[in-house]
């Protein structure tokens, strides 16, 4: 199963863009690029997933590189709320859930 | 719509006890899973159930078991605890596993965990 890499911390600025970098030089054709959240003390919740092209919604834009072995999660203008860890995760197109591979993500600080 | 609750929030048992640990998802999903999270690992997976009646083994399922006899209910069950299922538990649901294109995310609806402490 392919896996990610991704930073052990960032740090930021409230109200600065925030650039999450992930690895996944292993990704195969059919992965799914997922990215979750988990905020303090609270069960993780989906952020954005793309395949092949850019992908914006309420809370961030994917961008994911021509070859798809990286990704960049973006957070336009981060906020106190968004200080959470950030999981990368690939997902086989035959959805398999049970096969996601869970890494330690990247713990994002947001100074005021 | 409460989406994913779990029951309790917090227990503290001694080695050898039993407990269940309640799931409960009223977004009428297929799918559900059971993760542990401990410090220094990422969420690993102990079984997942893709319907009613039915459950499977994940990545770490000794020492545990599930029952899933309602859609909307995944029990986790601990027969008799040791202080290394010492741990935050995580329930998640989904719709169908099948992937349905860029449109469709089939992502996990996750509760707000159970810290379970086995002393």
């Known amino acids: 199963d392919a896996k990610t890499t991704q930073p052990n911390s960032m740090e930021s600025n409230e109200e600065e863009p925030v650039h999450l970098p992930c690895n996944h030089s292993t990704i195969s054709g059919t992965d799914y690029i997922h990215w979750y959240r988990q905020l303090p003390s609270q069960g993780p919740e989906y952020v954005i997933h793309?395949?092949?092209?850019?992908v914006n919604n309420r809370m961030a834009s994917l961008a994911i590189a021509e070859d798809r072995k990286s990704s960049t999660l973006i957070l336009h203008r981060a906020t106190l709320r968004d200080a959470a860890v950030y999981y990368c995760?690939?997902?086989?197109?035959?959805?398999?859930?049970?096969?996601?591979?869970w890494g330690l993500g990247t713990s994002l600080a947001v100074n005021p | 719509n409460a989406g994913v609750t779990q029951t309790p929030k917090f227990r503290v048992l001694k080695t050898g006890q039993s407990m269940t640990l309640l799931c409960a998802q009223d977004?009428?999903?297929?799918?559900m899973y059971w993760y542990r999270q401990d410090p220094g690992m990422g969420l690993r997976l102990i079984h997942y159930?893709?319907?009613?009646?039915?459950?499977a083994k994940g990545e770490v399922p000794d020492g545990y078991n599930v029952s899933r006899l309602k859609k909307q209910n995944f029990l986790l069950g601990l027969e008799s605890a040791a202080p290394s299922q010492t741990s935050v538990y995580f329930c998640?649901?989904?719709?169908?596993?099948?992937?349905?294109?860029?449109?469709?995310?089939?992502?996990?609806?996750f509760g707000p965990g159970t810290r379970l402490t086995v002393l």
């Open positions: 995760i690939l997902r086989p197109y035959a959805g398999n859930n049970r096969k996601l591979i």
């Open positions: 159930s893709v319907g009613e009646g039915t459950t």
């Open positions: 998640a649901s989904s719709y169908s596993g099948l992937a349905g294109g860029p449109t469709r995310s089939n992502e996990q609806f």
């Open positions: 977004m009428n999903h297929e799918y």
């Open positions: 793309g395949l092949t092209s850019n």
